[in-house]
Nanobody
Framework: QVQLVESGGGLVQPGGSLRVSCAASGSIFRIYAMGWYRQAPGKQRELVAGITSDGTTNYADSVKGRFTISRDTAKNTVYLQMNSLKTEDTAVYYC???????????WGKGTLVTVSS
């Protein structure tokens, strides 16, 4: 079974930084892309950042210039470095992985990031 496990969430003050990680394990075929989504209570889940197999990245407008997505292909791990955090960034952050089969993806259980003074 494919499993994605997020880690690194926690409580941070506004203006602070945090890095969350996602490690993929199991029977993994060729990865097309990995990314991070987030969902706050009562709000829609949104794409925060993604990175494709060729290294192309994309970010939500709300996090551009503050967040950076990166990967370690040898470890099947993706990271999200979050700087200059705002209270609006508070959400459960979910790791997502797409493989080359159209319509097939995997999700982690999520890690909670709380930005509060």
């Amino acid at each position: 079974q494919v499993q994605l496990v997020e880690s690194g969430g926690g409580l941070v003050q506004p203006g602070g930084s945090l890095r969350v990680s996602c490690a993929a394990s199991g029977s993994i075929f060729r990865i097309y892309a990995m990314g991070w989504y987030r969902q706050a209570p009562g709000k829609q889940r949104e794409l925060v950042a993604g990175i494709t197999s060729d290294g192309t990245t994309n970010y939500a407008d709300s996090v551009k210039g503050r967040f950076t997505i990166s990967r370690d292909t040898a470890k099947n791990t993706v990271y999200l470095q979050m700087n200059s955090l705002k209270t609006e960034d508070t959400a459960v952050y979910y790791c997502n992985m797409l493989i080359n089969t159209p319509g097939v993806d995997y999700w982690g259980k999520g890690t909670l990031v709380t930005v509060s003074s």
